[in-house]
């Protein structure tokens, strides 16, 4: 969609799949401070002469799990005619009606250009898509080179596919227990005494800032049965490494139960608590 003679304005913590996006695209990159709306409207405001403007930030961000400030985002895209753009990989099955994404959570139909989101997260799947005008998804399916060039899903990838979203928009008991979970777990967490950041959803890092305590806690969960991935730089900054979990609405209360028991073990082993 973009060329040289383009804009895009991104946030500083966007995934790194927007990050390569953009580099690919050849146009030109703006970056404004995590979630700092003021900031991307003068990036916009000084980027007038560009052919095409394209705002774009992540709904829900992969490392936080905080939610962008998108009604101020959309209102900035429209007043300097910009296509907004939304990466809802981590808000698809998750927010909104039926797991319909931040668009819908903040009920910004029809405002938004390009919405776009993974198949691999809450859906448990494979692939992903990208919602949009019916000229835009023409435009892609004979333009965008990682469609082209890339081989078809298997018949029983895009099934499942199918099954998953449609298992969503039929239980609506799913994403409640989904939400009453992340609430149990990061109230369990805080309450033993670890950071979770400024998370909003069900992606609740535990911050612990050194990087090789942070793999530490990481291993020594995994000796008590729990899986929770360390994460340090460049994946995240320096002095931010933590551990990331997410509780999905398959965990009945006594997973979760043993896994707070599991982090308070291993948290006073490491003294991180």
């Given at each position: 969609?973009?060329?040289k003679?383009?804009?895009?304005?991104?946030d500083?913590?966007?995934?790194a799949?927007?990050i390569?996006?953009?580099?690919?695209?050849?146009?030109?990159?703006?970056i404004?401070?995590?979630?700092?709306?003021?900031?991307?409207?003068?990036?916009?405001?000084?980027?007038?002469?560009?052919?095409?403007?394209?705002?774009?930030?992540?709904?829900?961000?992969?490392?936080?799990?905080?939610?962008?400030?998108?009604?101020?985002?959309?209102?900035?895209?429209?007043?300097?005619?910009?296509?907004?753009?939304?990466?809802?990989?981590?808000?698809?099955?998750?927010?909104?009606r039926?797991?319909?994404?931040?668009?819908d959570h903040?009920?910004?139909?029809?405002?938004?250009?390009?919405?776009?989101?993974t198949?691999?997260?809450?859906?448990?799947?494979?692939?992903?898509?990208?919602?949009?005008?019916?000229?835009l998804?023409?435009?892609?399916?004979?333009?965008?080179?990682?469609?082209?060039?890339?081989?078809?899903?298997?018949?029983s990838?895009?099934?499942?596919?199918?099954?998953?979203?449609?298992?969503?928009?039929?239980e609506?008991?799913?994403?409640?227990?989904?939400?009453?979970?992340?609430?149990f777990f990061?109230?369990?967490?805080?309450?033993?005494?670890?950071?979770?950041?400024?998370?909003?959803?069900?992606?609740?890092p535990v911050?612990v800032?050194?990087?090789?305590?942070?793999?530490?806690l990481s291993d020594r969960?995994?000796?008590?049965?729990?899986f929770?991935?360390?994460?340090?730089?460049?994946?995240?900054?320096?002095?931010?490494a933590?551990?990331?979990?997410?509780?999905?609405?398959?965990?009945s209360?006594?997973?979760?139960?043993?896994a707070?028991?599991?982090?308070?073990?291993?948290?006073?082993d490491l003294?991180?608590?």
């Amino acid at each position: 969609m973009l060329g040289k003679e383009d804009v895009i304005v991104s946030d500083e913590l966007n995934h790194a799949s927007i990050i390569d996006g953009a580099r690919l695209s050849g146009a030109e990159k703006k970056i404004y401070p995590h979630r700092d709306v003021e900031a991307a409207r003068r990036l916009l405001a000084e980027s007038r002469g560009a052919r095409r403007l394209l705002l774009i930030t992540d709904g829900v961000f992969s490392m936080d799990g905080d939610i962008a400030p998108l009604p101020d985002l959309v209102a900035a895209a429209e007043e300097f005619g910009a296509v907004m753009m939304v990466d809802d990989a981590h808000a698809s099955g998750v927010m909104g009606r039926q797991g319909r994404g931040t668009i819908d959570h903040f009920d910004l139909h029809g405002r938004v250009h390009i919405q776009v989101g993974t198949l691999s997260k809450a859906f448990a799947g494979l692939g992903g898509y990208v919602a949009g005008s019916q000229t835009l998804v023409d435009f892609l399916i004979h333009r965008a080179r990682p469609l082209l060039f890339s081989t078809s899903h298997p018949p029983s990838v895009a099934a499942s596919a199918l099954a998953a979203v449609r298992l969503v928009q039929q239980e609506n008991g799913l994403i409640a227990r989904l939400w009453e979970n992340t609430r149990f777990f990061k109230d369990g967490l805080k309450q033993l005494g670890f950071d979770t950041g400024i998370s909003e959803t069900p992606i609740t890092p535990v911050i612990v800032g050194d990087e090789t305590k942070a793999m530490a806690l990481s291993d020594r969960l995994f000796e008590y049965g729990v899986f929770a991935l360390g994460i340090a730089f460049p994946t995240v900054p320096r002095g931010k490494a933590r551990v990331r979990t997410i509780v999905t609405a398959g965990h009945s209360r006594d997973d979760l139960s043993a896994a707070l028991a599991a982090f308070a073990r291993a948290g006073r082993d490491l003294r991180l608590i």
